[in-house]
């Protein structure tokens, strides 16, 4: 994996790292016209355009992906590039950061974009109440300064390298300012695609708009129809059956009727993405480290990717960070299936048995009930009966998640290593969801966000992964490769992103009608 220095990133304004990504063959330039049909999963009768509230698939891609933008994007080939900033520079520090935005850019609704814009839809993140994952990243900003219409000045309160990337956040989309409310009820965003219907939890509809900043390079359908269908077997039936045009998420057990249709094409990359069992670590028994200790070595890692994953994907090692990251640390010492080891710190706990509740619902990630299942078998030889309470897909997020003890999950990953653990790991954060809090751990975060020597910045996230793989209280059994399906009537660049699941939510912008 080519890699672009700590120090090249504040000068040219690009990623720090790149990401490898794989696709299909190279094809010829795009065509445009028609109406792209996906049937997507993730979708919940509780979704808006509220940015801030987005955690799965189906707005990420109706938001993100198609009716509004961000500063920055990741692009295919996992580079930085602007989005409505077209160029950054830094501080020596890199503690103050001057972003220009591009001009003759509107709003849906006509309103001109500008620096006010930006300023306003920052600021939603740290507003009083406002609950947004993104609000680790927004709060670490001490000071916006509006220097023209297109340009913006943003101080840190801490030297960040990476804060170019965070900008691209999905969560952190530009709204008008003085009309976010109308903006959040309208779906009134910046991006390729104008909202033409939108029925929460179950359709979105949009048109390309004319004239759009992007030109002719993105947006290539002359309509788009997103339908929500969270029933894996539903999805797969549906683009066998011609009913849409891509499905994410492709259940893996279906594979081989997949591959036998020659109208049906599958693609596959290797990210980030990892499913996870967290664990909210101020709740007995989960308080005690012996007993997460226990769990850990209580799972079958390599059948959960053999059963549920059907080999796409490899065995994780109980922390976030994954195959595509620069600081990926491959070597540390691995939480073995170990019924031996489960029943020593269940002793050290103090148990000679532990019945736990585990919450799983398909909606956290494609087969997750059976993994439940399959970790119900394991464990119960070191004297954990886990039982298995199957949850509705509908709500899963909004009633389970965060809020039962402990549950299944997934995480699409990010781009750097900062960024995963800021969203997810550091203390207070809205989705840390276990909770834990470690020192250790937290000295490392602030004191790595800053570094710009990459040897050093290598030992403290490995150090950190090491600190989550032994301490934590999320149970990461697996990295799974993101598995989406197309009509062979679809074509793309033949590069296709690896943050996200289709071509990183984007593959509205990018993809077009052979």
């Known amino acids: 994996m080519s890699q672009l220095t700590r120090r090249g990133l504040l000068k040219a304004g690009v990623a720090a790292g790149v990401l490898s990504a794989t696709g299909m063959p190279l094809m010829a330039a795009p065509k445009k016209g028609g109406r792209l049909r996906l049937g997507i999963a993730g979708a919940n009768t509780s979704d808006s355009w509220d940015g801030r509230t987005h955690s799965d698939s189906f707005m990420i891609m109706c938001a993100h992906g198609a009716v509004f933008d961000c500063l920055t994007e990741v692009g295919a080939d996992g580079q930085l590039k602007g989005e409505l900033a077209e160029s950054w520079e830094a501080s020596a520090d890199a503690k103050t950061w001057t972003f220009k935005l591009r001009q003759g850019v509107t709003f849906h609704s006509g309103k001109p974009f500008g620096a006010d814009d930006v300023i306003a839809s920052l600021e939603m993140h740290t507003a009083e109440g406002a609950k947004s994952a993104a609000k680790p990243i927004v709060s670490a900003i001490s000071e916006m300064k509006k220097v023209s219409d297109h340009e913006i000045q943003m101080t840190l309160e801490a030297g960040n390298a990476d804060f170019p990337f965070l900008l691209s956040d999905y969560h952190i989309l530009m709204f008008p300012a003085g009309e976010i409310d109308e903006a959040i009820a309208a779906g009134n965003g910046t991006g390729l695609y104008s909202v033409e219907s939108f029925d929460p939890g179950v359709r979105f509809v949009g048109k390309r708009v004319a004239s759009h900043y992007k030109g002719d390079d993105a947006g290539h359908f002359d309509e788009i129809e997103v339908i929500a269908i969270n029933d894996s077997s539903a999805r797969m039936n549906a683009l066998m059956t011609g009913q849409v045009d891509a499905v994410n998420r492709v ?182 969801d276990t909770g834990w809090e470690n020192a250790r751990f937290q000295e490392l975060l602030l004191t790595a966000r800053a570094e710009l020597d990459s040897a050093k910045r290598k030992e403290m996230y490995t150090e950190m992964q090491m600190l989550c793989s032994a301490e934590g209280g999320t149970v990461v059994p697996m990295y799974a490769n993101y598995v989406d399906a197309h009509s062979t009537k679809l074509a793309n660049t033949g590069t296709i992103g690896n943050v996200f699941q289709m071509d990183s939510s984007r593959l509205m912008e990018r993809w077009w009608f052979a």
Request: glycine share 6%; hydrophobic share 40%.
């Open 251 to 432: 259940d893996v057990k279906t594979e081989a009727l997949l591959k036998a249709n020659p109208n049906v094409n599958i693609f596959e990359v290797t990210g980030n993405q990892h499913y996870t069992l967290p664990m909210l670590t101020g709740t007995a028994p989960f308080n005690d480290l012996n007993v997460r200790k226990a769990l850990k070595h209580a799972i079958n890692r390599q059948e959960m990717v053999d059963k549920i994953l059907q080999g796409h994907g490899k065995v994780a090692n109980d922390h976030p960070i994954g195959p595509a990251n620069q600081y990926f640390a491959e070597d540390i010492e691995q939480n073995d299936f170990d019924l031996d080891k489960a029943k020593f710190y269940l002793k050290e706990a103090g148990l000679t048995e532990l019945n736990v509740d585990l919450s799983a619902a398909n909606a956290a990630f494609s087969g997750a009930i059976d993994a439940a299942q399959l970790y119900q078998a394991s464990a119960k030889g070191a004297g954990i009966n886990i039982n298995v309470v199957q949850e509705p897909d509908d709500g899963y997020w909004s009633n389970v998640w965060l809020k039962k003890p402990w549950c299944a999950c997934y995480w699409s990953g990010r781009a750097t290593e900062d960024w995963m653990f800021s969203t997810a790991y550091e203390t207070g954060v809205p989705w840390n």
